[in-house]
């Protein structure tokens, strides 16, 4: 059993559709985390919260604590977002990583 | 203020040699983690470093190891090298632990042959 679910697993959407994707954990948590991971490797921390809601530009994550559930939204999509998103929870002095879902945006 | 960076960027190995990989962290950042990411699988949480003691763990073998130095520099050491070591590693660094954003390196891809 893993700690975080994502889903959808792998997502293919056409230029300018609106994305969610979402994130269930199953522990508490001090901070949720969402990266985004570019094929090679590297990973960029796009967001970290604790409650409610953060937007930056196109993005927006939310986090309902009560619920063990957030999401991130990508309004706008634009092939440059083809990436894979992954959520990942810190508790304690340990990380907790869900398997990522694959986004592929079609021009 | 310059980024956290990995060496080497990739590496070859045989069953049961040892490695050491190293990581850079981001100027003013006390804390770092490494994980290991198998491919097509999420990044696995190996442990945290802080301030020169590990400071949390997961659930990987004592032959993973670590050490953080005093410029928060940090290696991971892996002895007896498995076949299924074979994974990209990465390294994180913070200005403390898991309640602040993580800024990633780009990795050693590893292959054990």
């Known amino acids: 059993k893993n700690e975080v679910e994502q889903s959808p697993q792998n997502l293919t959407a056409q230029e300018g559709e609106f994305i969610t994707i979402n994130c269930s954990y199953s522990?508490?948590?001090?901070?949720l985390h969402w990266l985004q991971q570019h094929p090679g490797g590297g990973i960029v921390s796009l967001f970290m919260?604790?409650?409610g809601k953060k937007k930056h530009g196109r993005l927006i994550a939310t986090i309902n604590i009560q619920e063990k559930h957030s999401s991130l939204h990508i309004t706008a999509s634009h092939p440059r977002d083809s990436a894979v998103y992954i959520c990942?929870?810190?508790?304690?002095?340990?990380?907790?990583f869900g398997t990522g879902t694959s986004l592929t945006v079609i021009p | 203020e310059t980024g956290v960076t990995q060496s080497p960027t990739h590496l070859i190995k045989t069953r049961g040699q040892q490695v050491t990989l190293r990581c850079s962290s981001q100027?003013?950042?006390?804390?770092v983690s490494w994980y290991q990411q198998a491919l097509g699988q999420g990044p696995q949480f190996i442990f945290q470093?802080?301030?020169?003691?590990?400071?949390g763990r997961g659930n990987f073998p004592p032959r993973f190891s670590g050490l953080q130095f005093p410029n928060y520099s940090s290696e991971l050491n892996v002895n007896a090298l498995e076949l299924d070591d074979s994974a990209l590693y990465l390294c994180?660094?913070?200005?403390?632990?898991?309640?602040?954003?993580?800024?990633f390196g780009d990795g050693t891809r590893l292959s054990i042959l």
């Open positions: 994180a660094s913070s200005s403390q632990g898991v309640n602040q954003p993580q800024h």
């Open positions: 522990v508490g948590i001090s901070a």
């Open positions: 919260l604790s409650s």
């Open positions: 990942a929870v810190g508790t304690g002095n340990q990380f907790y």
């Open positions: 100027s003013g950042h006390n804390t």
């Open positions: 470093y802080y301030r020169e003691e590990e400071n």
